[in-house]
């Protein structure tokens, strides 16, 4: 078939790479020139152990708090913006224990299988993308921050991913490198990391090589239907046709998906993240700075520290407050690292495509014939994307998918 996937991030990368070796001739349409974006400066991290969804209870409470911090790791910018209401209400609406107990089956499947799509693609491919299983440390410094996390770590355990309760003495056997200053952590073995951008660099020569189609700086401004399926798919560089269309465009689905009349609710989740490079002395497992939010992750002998989530809209400014809080927060976990503040041309900006169940959207549209949407997969987009480019070549070609895809139901706010 010939496929047009909306949108080259990770998301459409990953669905045309298994679209691809399915025999389909697939083309991509992105607005940019593919150099940069959300899937390029994130912090890398495969996360199985983040099986819990954002909306959960006490979310809110905490959101709320640090609303009023103007260096704190949250915010959401006040707006008179029906979607950002609606969003927010669904959001509420699912921060329940109920929808924590129905989304963590769906999350840890999808995790599991796009580590193990991860580790084929490693074996696989002849380039390298710093792919490297080292874990998780989730490390806290206070005592409810503890109690928290030996309580996930708990259920880790009880669902089958490996979790440790450790000393600070016992992180820093692990950390041989870097001091480390801690009241605890939480160790995932399971996890894993990599370098996005050399993931996507790469990932997109491969393609063109294999002979996939990529439309650059084409933005899609409409698309047509007739008899309940996509015939032409408007752009600034002319009229598309194709037997499918694969919606894979982040934070600016909803959009997409309102020029189709569907709902899909979403709203864009800034962070921010810069890297520091030829670190002498380097940490050797990526951390979560679990009370600041701030990600850290090694890459190579370089070392990016990534945190904030701003629900301000599509937006791209940079709030330097909000990356003095990331460089604040080092010294309080790692006493020893000196991190001067980075100028603003240092700092990568990616948007996150939120849904407010924290749950992707995976599916076919039930209203529209040709349609699958792949989108939605907020803080963990990377990790999920072969997952997710693998369930999508199922989809189109009518296999059972590797895993119940019910709880991704893209229309499910329809
Ligand atoms: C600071 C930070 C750290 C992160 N760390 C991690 C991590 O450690 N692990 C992890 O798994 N995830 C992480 N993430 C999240 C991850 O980066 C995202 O979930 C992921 O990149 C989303 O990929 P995507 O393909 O859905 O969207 P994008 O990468 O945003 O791609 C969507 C594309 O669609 C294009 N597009 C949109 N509308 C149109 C249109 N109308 N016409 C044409 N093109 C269009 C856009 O130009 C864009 O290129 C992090 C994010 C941030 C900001």
């Known amino acids: 078939m010939n496929i047009g996937i909306i949108g080259g991030g990770i998301i459409g990368l990953s669905s045309a790479y298994y679209l691809n070796k399915a025999g389909h001739q697939v083309t991509i349409i992105d607005q940019t020139d593919l150099k940069d974006g959300c899937s390029h400066g994130n912090a890398g991290m495969i996360v199985p152990s983040h099986f819990i969804p954002l909306a959960t209870p006490g979310m809110i409470s905490k959101g709320i708090k640090w609303m009023f911090s103007s260096t704190s790791p949250f915010y959401v910018r006040p707006r008179l913006s029906g979607d950002l209401i609606k969003w927010g209400y669904q959001f509420y609406k699912h921060s329940t224990k109920q929808h924590v107990a129905h989304s963590i089956p769906a999350l840890k499947e999808i995790s599991l299988l796009s580590k193990a799509m991860y580790q084929q693609m490693a074996r696989d491919l002849s380039f390298d993308f710093g792919y490297s299983e080292r874990g998780l440390m989730m490390l806290y410094q206070n005592a409810e921050t503890e109690k928290e996390e030996a309580e996930t770590a708990h259920l880790a355990n009880k669902i089958g991913i490996e979790a440790h309760v450790l000393s600070e003495a016992e992180v820093q056997q692990l950390e041989p490198e870097v001091k480390v200053k801690v009241r605890g952590g939480v160790y995932f073995p399971g996890d894993a990391h ?15 090589e294999k002979g996939v189609d990529f439309k650059t700086n084409t933005y899609v401004t409409d698309l047509i239907t007739e008899r309940g399926s996509i015939k032409v798919l408007k752009t600034n560089g002319g009229d598309l046709s194709f037997d499918e269309v694969i919606i894979a465009t982040g934070s600016w689905s909803g959009e997409v998906a309102a020029k189709l009349g569907i709902t899909v609710p979403m709203q864009a989740g800034k962070g921010y993240s810069f890297t520091l490079q030829n670190m002498v002395r380097n940490v050797q497992i990526p951390s979560i700075f679990l009370e600041a939010r701030v990600a ?3 890459m190579g002998n370089a070392l990016r520290f990534g945190g904030t989530m701003e629900i301000t809209g599509v937006d791209h400014g940079i709030n330097m407050n909000r990356v003095k809080g990331i460089v604040n927060s080092i010294p309080h976990y790692y006493p020893e690292m000196k991190v001067a503040m980075p100028e ?9 495509p939120c849904s407010p169940d924290g749950l992707p959207y995976i599916g076919k549209s039930r209203r529209i014939k040709n349609l699958t949407f792949a989108t939605g997969h907020s803080m963990m987009g990377l990790s999920l ?5 693998k369930l999508i070549s199922e989809i189109i070609d009518h296999e059972k998918p590797s895993m119940p895809i019910a709880a991704f139901d893209p229309e499910r706010f329809d």
Do not use: F, M, N
């Not at 603003?344 to 996150?352: A, Q, S, T, V």
């Not at 994307?385 to 480019?389: E, Q």
């Open 194 to 208: 990599l370098t996005p951008q050399l993931l996507v660099k790469q990932l997109i020569a491969y393609l063109k």
């Open 385 to 389: 994307g072969p997952g997710t480019g």
């Open 296 to 298: 850290i992750t090694p």
């Open 344 to 352: 603003e041309k240092e700092i990568w900006h990616g948007l996150r």
